[in-house]
T-cell receptor, first 112, second 115 residues
């Protein structure tokens, strides 16, 4: 069975500081990994995804994530955040089928 | 393209009342989903439809029914609403992309309160 654990429920950070949102997963098969973002009062939208190949994946809005197979992690990073990055971020895993398992979410608060 | 649309955006029900949440997508996707989102619990799958004509239970199906009306539309029905069903409900759709991943596209959500 697959599962996703997001290690931080809330992450406060000052504007222009770097940020890392942590995600661990478990799966017995090869996985597809995703990060989705949910801005206030909106649905989720895809930020980036990892399928295979390079372990560093770049997404929209300057975000990137690194896949680490030995640590079963897929942490999301941004070198310098903006106020507009305030949102909830969800890590998700799929075995390649149409069902996806989502983590509990991490609320990122960017302070001026 | 409107993407995934949901109606209504907000709804207040009394315990025991029934209602149907509507969802439609215009991306010609085969798979559609209903999730509920509760604080600290992320998204939990209620029901999904892998393709037109099929529906299956997800993680938390009790108290809900679904209908895949056609390829575009997938509705969620609460027959007898309970306060535990107070939540934000999201509809999503997906299709296998060139890399065989199933990126999901979400609607804006329905905020339901049951009193």
């Amino acid at each position: 069975a697959q599962s996703v654990t997001q290690l931080d429920s809330q992450v406060p950070v000052f504007e222009e500081a770097p940020v890392e949102l942590r995600c661990n997963y478990s799966s017995s098969v090869s996985v597809y990994l995703f990060w989705y973002v949910q801005y206030p009062n909106q649905g989720l939208q895809l930020l980036l995804k990892y399928l295979s190949g390079s372990t560093l994946v770049k997404g929209i809005n300057g975000f990137e994530a690194e896949f680490n197979k030995s640590q079963t992690s897929f942490h999301l990073r941004k070198p310098s955040v903006h106020i507009s990055d305030t949102a909830e971020y969800f890590c998700a895993v799929s075995d390649g089928g149409f069902k996806t398992i989502f983590g509990a979410g991490t609320r990122l608060f960017v302070k001026a | 393209n409107a993407g995934v649309t949901q109606t209504p955006k907000f709804q207040v029900l009394k315990t025991g009342q029934s209602m149907t949440l509507q969802c439609a997508q215009d991306m010609n996707h085969n798979s559609m989903y209903w999730y509920r989102q509760d604080p600290g619990m992320g998204l939990r799958l209620i029901y999904y439809s892998a393709s037109e004509g099929t529906t299956d239970k997800g993680e938390v199906p009790n108290g809900y029914n679904v209908s895949r009306l056609n390829k575009r539309e997938f509705s969620l029905r609460l027959e007898s609403a309970a306060p535990s069903q107070t939540s934000v409900y999201f509809c999503a759709s997906s299709e296998a992309s060139w890399d065989n991943s199933y990126e999901q596209y979400f609607g804006p959500g329905t905020r339901l309160t049951v009193t």
